[in-house]
């Protein structure tokens, strides 16, 4: 049973509110990631983290930022919300798999709304 | 760059009918494949996954996949549905030698009817 929290679920905010997507792992597990999910689509992956102080970029152009001070936990800020950003944010962790090929579990997600 | 097309966005079936959720992917280099279930207001969960070896694979909750390389697909049956099957199915490839990280499909939404 994967451990991975996210908080909130559900978000509706104004436009050029600051907000943090919290992101708690309890399987220690060392590289996370956020992805932008929105109905139809395919993920988008924005970050991703590879350890404590390990951020990276994703493929898909984001004004978020991220951080990584501790293993288990991987929150997500947005300094100016927009309506642009109203999307469903999934937080995800991998355990290592053989070759690379690790297996991710996710977060039940945060649903975000911007006004 | 790996990419993957799920061909069909919505598929409606009856219960305990069979069903085949499509999945067709690109890459220059051998790949691994995944396929991932998300239940309503849930996260993604593993269903299934192909590393190497048997290219029937079987998973959770009675699906099995079949890797086809000449065909570069990994479509997901299902014998006989459940109303709980009801979600959203994602395909995702990783590519080896890259960075490891999946790229998903766009996602196929199964509707099973009473």
């Known amino acids: 049973e994967a451990d991975i929290y996210q908080t909130p679920r559900y978000l509706v905010i104004g436009t050029g509110k600051k907000i943090t997507l919290e992101c708690s792992q309890t399987?220690?597990?060392?590289?996370m990631y956020w992805y932008q999910q929105d109905p139809g689509m395919e993920l988008h992956l924005i970050h991703y983290s590879y350890g404590v102080n390990s951020t990276e970029k994703g493929d898909l152009s984001s004004e978020s930022t991220v951080s990584r001070i501790r293993t288990e936990h991987f929150p997500l800020t947005l300094e100016s919300a927009r309506p642009s950003h109203t999307s469903q944010y999934l937080c995800?962790?991998?355990?290592?798999?053989?070759?690379?090929?690790?297996?991710?579990?996710f977060g039940p997600g945060t649903r975000l709304t911007v006004l | 760059a790996q990419s993957v097309t799920q061909l069909d966005s919505q598929v409606p079936v009856f219960e305990e009918a069979p069903v085949e959720l499509r999945c067709n992917y690109s890459s220059s280099v051998s790949v691994y494949l995944f396929w991932y279930v998300q239940y309503p207001n849930q996260g993604l969960q593993l269903l299934l996954k192909y590393l190497s070896g048997s290219t029937l694979v079987k998973g959770i909750n009675g699906f099995e996949a079949e890797f086809n390389k000449s065909q570069t697909s990994f479509h997901l049956r299902k014998p006989s549905v459940h109303i709980s099957d009801t979600a959203e199915y994602f395909c995702?490839?990783?590519?080896?030698?890259?960075?490891?990280?999946?790229?998903f499909g766009r996602g196929t939404s199964l509707i099973v009817h009473p």
């Open positions: 995702a490839v990783i590519e080896s030698g890259g960075s490891y990280i999946p790229t």
């Open positions: 995800a962790s991998s355990e290592p798999g053989q070759g690379g090929t690790d297996t991710q579990y």
């Open positions: 399987m220690g597990h060392d590289k």
